[in-house]
């Protein structure tokens, strides 16, 4: 139980274009879902925290105009990456709270290269 | 939030228990802890959750003094697949974020 799925699990794109990624909550219901980002050799970080139905709330720092968060069902939360720049190029991670247990589990991730 | 502590790397050999402690000084009464589990280039697994003494699963346990202001990750008889970062987190409930820390790696040695 409590999995995550990502989708693409990769994706490579040119720079000026968007790129949109999935993240779902394939046997539960999800009304918070995270997003995350990770550099090589890093940790994650934070970049936003998505409710079902309401506006995302940014981390500082993150810009809500370029990383555009939607969540629009209790399964369903997506990223898109509005004009992609090289520097963007990271690991892109998602979580998802399982209320019961105040748990978050986490999808396995999107690998974004911007040439 | 209250700030982890953990070691950046241990090394094991294949067979042994693998003790990895936290320390959380500051943590609140409503706060939990998470261990995840990291390979490289995948999302982080969910290892176990506690709030106090101690938590038992499948493939760890979680121990928990009665201050909390530490806790300690046991994977028993390790083996080469369980080389990968390991992170703790404290979670306050109802706030629902985490922060994650450099988390230790932990290298299984044949």
């Known amino acids: 139980g409590a999995v995550v799925s990502q989708h693409p699990s990769w994706v490579i794109c040119k720079s000026g274009t968007s790129v949109k990624i999935e993240c779902r909550s394939l046997d539960f219901q999800a009304t918070t879902m995270f997003w995350y980002r990770q550099f090589p050799k890093q940790s994650l970080m934070l970049m936003a925290t998505?409710?079902?139905?309401?506006?995302?709330?940014?981390e500082q720092g993150v810009e809500k105009d370029k990383f555009l968060i939607n969540h629009a069902s209790l399964t369903l939360s997506t990223l898109t990456v509005t004009s992609a720049h090289p520097e963007d190029s990271s690991f892109y991670i998602c979580s998802a709270r399982y209320s019961s247990t105040d748990t978050q589990y986490f999808g396995p991730g999107t690998r974004l290269t911007v040439l | 939030l209250a700030k982890t502590t953990q070691p950046i790397s241990m090394d094991s050999y294949e067979g042994q228990e693998v003790n990895i402690t936290c320390s959380h000084n500051n943590i609140a009464t409503n706060d939990y802890i998470t261990w995840y589990q990291q390979f490289p280039s995948q999302g982080p697994r969910f290892i176990i959750q506690?709030?106090?003494t101690k938590v038992t699963n499948e493939v760890a346990s979680l121990f928990i003094p009665a201050d909390r202001k530490s806790s300690t990750l046991s994977l028993p008889r390790v083996s080469l697949s369980d080389t990968a970062v390991y992170y703790c987190l404290v979670g306050e409930a109802g706030s629902y974020q985490l922060t994650f820390g450099k988390g230790t790696k932990l290298s299984v040695i044949p």
């Open positions: 506690g709030y106090k």
């Open positions: 998505s409710n079902e139905g309401s506006k995302a709330t940014y």
